[in-house]
């Protein structure tokens, strides 16, 4: 991608909006879910309303994230819809007045049609009060599950931005897609190309995503932008805190493939004991 042009594009776009859902989609990685709180802070720290969701519940292994108890499972509506059968030009006139505690809109028929009949009206909640959708590491619509299949139209109404590493993630009006990139390194260096302000906590979740997603730099996608992007949370202040081997995902797991927890040394199990006299423990 082009990286400036980009993040430059997600900025002016961020300008014109008030209100962002972020959705994550269901088999999100540790690295997912860190840049997406990562992004979540930032946004909040630009004065926006910001949502973040995620269906499951996070993983003790996840608890030191900053902004992990933001985390949404529902995606509650915000709007409450009244419905009637209406045959075109039949309305004269619609107001609303109050009453006390009562809110009552008011529907006036226009003249030579029906009255409006009462065992005809139907009413739901729909839709988000959001002006922009973000997506986290979700190839597809569809890869966010009941968020998408149930809330349709927010997606088909609303402008839609991407991070993903899958080269072939362009449903969005802006997509920002580094192939062979942790989700946490795409976000950081958005962020630091469009300029946003970014502190400890944000940079600490940043971090943390890029070391999970990335193996502790041992996979073979890390790449020396990789190490300078690391680099550069550091001197914003990262706490680095040392994910648990197991805890950190591969990239078959962004299909939803976990791959197999190292196994223990055969002496894991063996009592150890100190010596005085040596720097070393000795078995029995």
């Known amino acids: 991608?082009?990286?400036?042009?980009?993040?430059?594009?997600?900025k002016l776009l961020l300008s014109g909006q008030t209100n962002i859902a972020i959705f994550l989609q269901e088999n999100a990685t540790r690295d997912a879910v860190a840049g997406g709180l990562g992004l979540f802070l930032t946004l909040i720290k630009l004065g926006k309303q910001v949502a973040i969701y995620y269906q499951r519940q996070?993983?003790?292994?996840?608890?030191?994230?900053v902004g992990i108890n933001k985390l949404t499972?529902?995606?509650s509506s915000k709007n409450f819809v009244i419905s009637l059968d209406y045959?075109?030009?039949?309305?004269?006139?619609?107001?609303?007045?109050?009453?006390?505690?009562?809110?009552?809109?008011?529907?006036?028929?226009?003249?030579g049609f029906p009255d409006f009949d009462e065992k005809k009206v139907s009413y739901k909640s729909s839709g988000f009060k959001s002006d922009?959708?973000?997506?986290?590491?979700a190839p597809t619509l569809e890869s966010l599950g009941s968020y998408f299949t149930e809330n349709q139209s927010l997606f088909q109404e609303k402008p839609i931005v991407t991070f993903a590493h899958q080269l072939e993630t362009q449903y969005g009006k802006i997509n920002l897609v580094q192939s062979g990139a942790a989700i946490s390194e795409i976000i950081a260096n958005v962020i630091k190309a469009a300029q946003?302000?970014?502190?400890?906590?944000?940079?600490?979740n940043l971090y943390d995503?890029?070391?999970?997603?990335?193996?502790?730099?041992?996979?073979?996608?890390?790449?020396?932008?990789?190490?300078?992007?690391?680099?550069?949370?550091?001197?914003?202040?990262?706490?680095?805190?040392?994910?648990?081997q197991e805890e950190m995902p591969t990239r078959e797991m962004v299909s939803g493939t976990q791959a197999e927890s190292p196994q223990a040394p055969p002496d894991w199990l063996k009592p150890k004991i100190y010596s005085g006299k040596t720097s070393g423990p000795s078995l029995l």
Do not use: C
């Open 1 to 10: 991608m082009n990286l400036s042009a980009d993040a430059n594009a997600f």
């Open 58 to 65: 996070p993983i003790v292994g996840w608890s030191h994230l």
């Open 73 to 75: 499972q529902h995606a």
């Open 87 to 111: 045959v075109e030009g039949s309305i004269e006139k619609v107001s609303y007045n109050i009453e006390g505690n009562k809110f009552n809109l008011v529907i006036e028929p226009r003249a």
């Open 132 to 137: 922009l959708v973000i997506t986290i590491a």
């Open 196 to 204: 946003f302000s970014i502190d400890p906590d944000i940079a600490s």
């Open 209 to 244: 995503g890029i070391i999970s997603g990335s193996r502790n730099f041992s996979a073979t996608f890390v790449t020396p932008e990789t190490l300078e992007t690391a680099a550069w949370l550091m001197r914003q202040g990262a706490r680095r805190i040392h994910a648990r």
